[in-house]
């Protein structure tokens, strides 16, 4: 089995300092399993969604979190972005883009139009469960909304070798084990308040970092709480 963590491009600085263990750190290891219908079930019990307003020179994007079963529990399908991309360069993200105006009606059609440019997910086997928080990238000045997907059984995928380099997937109870879990607390020029909280997941081969990192930290809480 691949070791923990991957060779993502991560701006850490020297003076990074450990942060605390993940929210859901005292479930028990037989309650991370989750099912797709118990993520719907979860979605239905979530606030409002929190949208923050896009200024510039911040762009508003949207992405989308699918999640279907397999054997009994619920995965997520997360892509690898290239190297040769603008921003985001070879980082772990859900499917996703920039809202274009032109093109899109809702920040939702945004996330359903670039899941299936990506990766050939066909927006009419997505059922939406829910809109979340939205939050912004600092570095690449995104505004990002994310939506959760459920699908009905493992996709049929075609990825776009121009805008991803694989399509993987993983377990949710992988997401909720304390040991792919890590937090950081960065002091960055600029910041208001210093120790900005970083989070990571360390995944076989590969490590989530960054916004992707942040929502699915945030929809994981949610999740779990219950049955701490």
């Not at 991309?85 to 499917?95: D, L, N, T, V």
């Amino acid at each position: 089995m691949l070791a923990r963590g991957g060779s993502q491009r991560i701006p850490r600085p020297a003076h990074a300092r450990p942060g605390g263990p993940p929210p859901w750190a005292a479930l028990p290891p037989d309650a991370r399993g989750f099912t797709v219908a118990e993520i719907r079930d979860a979605c239905r019990a979530l606030p409002p969604p929190r949208r923050l307003t896009a200024v510039a020179p911040s762009r508003p994007a949207a992405v989308l979190m699918p999640f279907f079963d397999e054997d009994g529990e619920a995965r997520v399908i997360l892509t690898k972005r290239p190297e040769t991309m603008p921003s985001h360069q070879g980082e772990i993200a859900f499917p996703g883009g920039k809202h274009q105006p032109d093109v899109d009606e809702s920040l939702l059609h945004a996330a359903l139009r670039e899941a299936q440019e990506e990766i050939g997910l066909e927006r009419s086997t997505v059922e939406v469960a829910a809109e979340l928080d939205s939050l912004g990238t600092v570095a690449s000045r995104f505004t990002i909304t994310p939506f959760v997907g459920l699908l009905d059984g493992r996709p049929a995928l075609r990825r776009n070798p121009y805008e991803v380099v694989s399509v993987f997937d993983v377990p949710v109870a992988e997401l909720l084990d304390p040991d792919a879990y890590r937090e950081e607390r960065w002091d960055l020029d600029g910041d208001e308040q210093p120790g900005r909280v970083i989070q990571f997941f360390l995944l076989p081969g590969e490590t989530v970092w960054g916004a992707t990192a942040r929502i699915l930290a945030r929809f994981l809480a949610h999740l779990s709480a219950p049955r701490l």
